[in-house]
């Protein structure tokens, strides 16, 4: 069904007195609309909205927030906007049996209706809206007139069934339909779950970074990957509520909730608000644990600033995830009125300034909150490796994301002058201080071992990087932060058989979403060079099919990564979207690459190079995005997901981001309320 984009006038006070004696809705699924403007994720009805959306699906017992928009709004702006609906009723049925009012329903206190919320949002619902100030025009975005009520904290206690109705007019109702599914008892139960995430990887990553480490002898490699001989591969679709490409927060938000949501959300499923922290929640995997195996300890570790989509999808609630101060605050205050905070066991990341200073939400000093809550802190490598005790533990490395494995390792003097000290001294977070994902990840075993004993633990590790430096189309620095990844993985299950957690453990590595990478040759940097100012001559470096000879990278020190970074043959890379580039397949010595070059539009918003850098000697790739996107784009292209050890199963095929909640829920018996 096609939303009207004409004009569509609903005077919702019309329908006042009629509603009481409307009938809800059938269930009638309706189709997403087409188009790239979504009134609001999850919303097909013209007027109606029910958040969580129709065909959710839900653990019996697990937390959700339910809430009903109406929406009055007229599409053309000439005209005043509407009243807002007066009033409207909400009824539930479990196996299409007797509609029932939700209060009544869901037992709760108050057997009345909660009251009913207004505010107005504008739609952006075309081109020329969204575009309106960079090419300086008078579209207006619509109006819209919103009657809204919420209810808190509910659960399902039984599988099955179940439809919400909302009756708007005498003729007027939604209706969307959800699953309670049946709780699952795993064949064999996993004591402990890892989930690795390469943020932004995709297969070609893979292929690339193996060309890149593994010796081959007559097209044949030596050895595979660590993670290539897992138990099992499937693949996993990342679409989301409202868009066929997702970004990091709705997508590691299905992995934590089991529910898709919308660009930026975390934890939560969209509304139309303004506040980002009323929108209705979903319960996370971490909240459950603390209510169902609250002896089980909790880690989240990552590259990134902590605050950022990946790692906050593991213990915060926000619409936006750019609320990083609130963000930094839920990891001990979590969200009044819903459950208690996940307070993590173990917290490994960057985003120091957030936890004290001016950045931090009303100036507060988390890091004495945190040492009263039991937490011991470290600010660097040493510190972290030192630390043996048995208390929770709170790393904050850096200000902001931690830098690339590329400059930590190899390039420590691009950190001098980064300012970035976690203690805000504004002295630097060397390279050479900063842990990389291996310590991390180590660390965190060995204190999640300690904390969680015979009731296991839970862990997510991310590489932050491998999406950042796609983004800026620094290959070299996604690859290294990648094969820091693989050698995490090998590390960490070394280290399982060691302490023999091995068997008892389900381990996954997927990323997030995809970028649209991949490898089409090879390339020779010495005639590229040589012949920079031809530009008809420097494009025969690249060599395709029988001309794509190997890279010249090699391991004689055996750490798992390239000696040289600079060899003379190396991967003719791209990804299938950017800004107007030049490409010359080198190693920014400077630091992560800006890719963007400026010279035909000036409308970019920061991260561009003067096309004179590093790449001017290269190939000129047009930008193929609207010209106000400087860096990549995430891509729409199913993930692979690695699986080993009990509950790996569940992974063996193409399989929704959503439904890895269920697959590692039934892995650790977590789906069984034991309430
Ligand atoms: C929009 O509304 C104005 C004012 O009511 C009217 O003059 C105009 O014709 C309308 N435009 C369309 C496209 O309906
Ligand atoms: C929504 O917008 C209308 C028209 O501008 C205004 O009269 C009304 O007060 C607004 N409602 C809210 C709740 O802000
Ligand atoms: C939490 O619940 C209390 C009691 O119902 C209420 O007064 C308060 O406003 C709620 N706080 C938030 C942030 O929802
Ligand atoms: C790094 O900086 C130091 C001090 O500024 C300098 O002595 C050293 O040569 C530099 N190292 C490299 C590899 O450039
Ligand atoms: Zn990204």
């Known amino acids: 069904m096609l939303l009207p984009l004409t004009s569509n006038i609903i005077i919702g006070c019309l329908f006042t007195t009629l509603v009481a004696a409307g009938k809800p809705g059938k269930y009638k699924r309706v189709s997403d609309p087409e188009g790239q403007f979504y009134r609001l994720g999850g919303c097909p009805d013209p007027h109606a909205c029910i958040i969580p959306p129709d065909l959710s699906t839900f653990l019996p017992g697990a937390l959700l927030d339910l809430r009903v928009e109406l929406h009055a709004y007229d599409t053309n702006t000439s005209n005043p906007v509407p009243e807002p609906y007066k009033n409207f009723k909400t009824t539930i049925r479990k196996d299409n049996g007797k509609w029932i009012d939700i209060e009544k329903f869901f037992e709760l206190e108050d057997s009345s209706p909660p009251a009913i919320e207004h505010w107005n949002f504008s739609w952006v619902n ?30 399902f206690d039984k599988p099955g069934t179940y439809d919400v109705s909302v009756q708007y007019g005498p003729k007027n109702a939604y209706t969307v339909r959800y699953t309670v599914v049946k709780p699952k008892k795993p064949k064999k139960k996993a004591k402990n779950a890892i989930l690795f995430i390469a943020d932004g990887c995709n297969v070609g990553m893979i292929a690339a970074v193996r060309a890149i480490t593994k010796k081959h002898t007559s097209g044949k490699y030596h050895e595979m990957l660590s993670f290539e001989d897992f138990d099992q591969l499937g693949h996993v679709m990342t679409q989301s509520v409202d868009s066929l490409v997702t970004d990091s927060a709705n997508s590691a938000s299905a992995y934590s909730t089991g529910h898709k949501s919308s660009s930026a959300a975390l934890g939560v499923y969209a509304d139309s608000s303004e506040s980002p922290f009323d929108d209705p929640k979903v319960e996370l995997i971490t909240e459950l644990i603390r209510r169902r195996q609250p002896k089980k300890a909790i880690g989240v570790v990552s590259t990134a600033a902590g605050h950022d989509a990946t790692p906050a999808a593991f213990y915060v609630h926000t619409r936006d995830r750019d609320t990083s101060a609130e963000i930094i605050d839920q990891i001990i205050n979590g969200v009044q009125n819903w459950t208690d905070p996940v307070a993590p066991d173990v917290w490994l990341g960057g985003g120091a300034q957030y936890f004290q200073g001016e950045e931090s939400l009303n100036g507060q000093n988390y890091l004495e909150e945190l040492k009263k809550n039991g937490y011991q802190i470290v600010m660097n490598k040493k510190e972290l490796k030192k630390y043996h005790g048995n208390d929770k533990l709170l790393g904050t490395f850096r200000t902001s994301h931690l830098d690339t494995w590329i400059d930590r390792n190899m390039f420590v003097n691009n950190t001098i002058g980064n300012g970035a000290a976690p203690d805000l001294s504004g002295n630097d977070a060397l390279g050479s201080d900063q842990p990389g994902l291996t310590d991390m990840t180590l660390k965190a075993l060995e204190v999640l071992k300690k904390r969680g004993g015979d009731n296991g633990f839970f862990l997510m590790a991310e590489a932050a990087s491998v999406d950042k430096q796609l983004h800026g189309l620094d290959f070299p620095r996604a690859f290294a932060d990648l094969i820091e990844m693989e050698i995490t993985i090998k590390k ?184």
């Open 126 to 155: 075309t081109i020329d809206v969204k575009y309106a100030d960079v090419f300086d025009t008078s579209d207006k975005p619509v109006d819209v007139a919103v009657s809204s009520r919420i209810w808190r904290k509910l659960k």
């Open 492 to 675: 960490t299950v070394e280290w399982l058989k060691k302490n023999d957690e091995y068997e008892d453990t389900l381990i996954l590595f997927t990323a997030d979403h995809a970028h649209g990478f991949d490898v089409y040759g090879s390339v020779d940097q010495s005639y590229i060079t040589k012949h920079a100012s031809s530009d008809d001559r420097k494009r025969s470096a690249v060599g395709l099919y029988q001309d794509s000879g190997w890279p010249s990278y090699d391991d004689k020190d055996g750490d798992g990564f390239p000696d040289d970074w600079t060899p003379n043959i190396v991967l003719a890379a791209g990804t299938n979207n950017g800004p107007d580039h030049f490409e010359a397949w080198k190693l920014a010595h400077n630091g992560p690459r800006k890719a963007a070059v400026a010279n035909d539009h000036d409308i970019y918003i920061g991260n561009v190079e003067d096309p004179a850098g590093h790449y001017g000697d290269g190939i000129k790739w047009n930008g193929n995005l609207p010209v106000t996107e400087s860096v990549d784009s995430h891509t729409m292209t199913d993930v692979f997901i690695y699986a080993n050890g009990p509950g790996s199963d569940f992974f063996r095929k193409t399989i929704d981001n959503w439904q890895v909640f269920f697959g590692i829920t039934e892995a650790l018996d977590l789906q069984r309320s034991r309430e």
